[in-house]
């Protein structure tokens, strides 16, 4: 199947420090997105690249895709305490779409 | 504009019942989705809906069903409920068709209990 994996599962970090996550995928793809979920909550759309796209910015987020790799990235620069979430990749491919299992990330005080 | 709801909140049902869970997009959104999100399985694609239609639609038995409505609302529907049910069955509406093409906005989910 075309399930994304996510690593780390889990990722504790210092605020004010970075954080990375990491996202891997079988197939090619039209497009990946990255959501953050809080706790038990709702999902929130950060960002959407396209197959054809390196690179996104948007605020302290990075995304970068490689496709040669099958591989995307989520960087958040300068974490703050309200970061701390599940962060998942969703990859759409012929109107499919596919989530990984997710980062946790826990902003330590 | 008033962002997904979703309707009930928290749901506790028993084997064999059935449940219908309810998704008001936000306003002039036309797509919505819904997905089930378990600690086991993670985030899988239950079907989505636009104009009506359904238009796509996941791996999930026959028991899983649902429609919209022609003001975009949706419900589900599972009948015969299974224990392994139980998960936050999230909803998310677009402006237009294509899930994984458009940003979703998520309402805050249906935790549903089998018992």
């Known amino acids: 199947s075309q399930q994304g994996e996510e690593d780390p599962q889990a990722l504790s970090i210092q605020e004010g420090e970075n954080a990375t996550m990491n996202c891997s995928y079988k197939?090619?793809?039209?497009?990946l997105q990255w959501y953050r979920q809080n706790s038990g909550r709702g999902l929130v759309h950060l960002i959407l690249i396209r197959s054809n796209e390196r690179e996104k910015h948007s605020g302290r987020l990075r995304v970068t895709l490689d496709t040669s790799k099958k591989s995307s990235s989520l960087l958040i620069t300068a974490s703050r305490a309200a970061d701390t979430a599940s962060y998942f990749c969703?990859?759409?491919?012929?109107?499919?779409?596919?989530f990984g299992k997710g980062t946790r990330l826990h902003i330590l005080p | 504009k008033a962002g997904v709801t979703q309707t009930p909140r928290y749901l506790i049902k028993t084997r064999g019942q059935q449940v219908t869970l309810s998704c008001s997009p936000i306003s002039g959104h036309r797509s919505v989705s819904w997905y089930q999100q378990t600690p086991g399985q993670g985030l899988q694609f239950l079907f989505e809906?636009?104009?009506?239609?359904?238009?796509n639609k996941g791996n999930f038995p026959g028991r899983f069903s649902g429609r919209q409505f022609s003001n975009s609302r949706s419900e589900m529907n599972v009948s015969t409920l299974e224990l392994g049910d139980s998960a936050l069955y999230l909803c998310?509406?677009?402006?237009?068709?294509?899930?994984?093409?458009?940003?979703?906005?998520f309402g805050p989910g249906t935790r549903l209990t089998v018992l």
């Open positions: 998310a509406s677009s402006l237009s068709q294509g899930m994984g093409l458009n940003e979703q906005f």
């Open positions: 197939t090619s793809i039209n497009n």
């Open positions: 809906y636009f104009s009506e239609t359904q238009r």
């Open positions: 969703a990859m759409n491919r012929d109107d499919k779409i596919i």
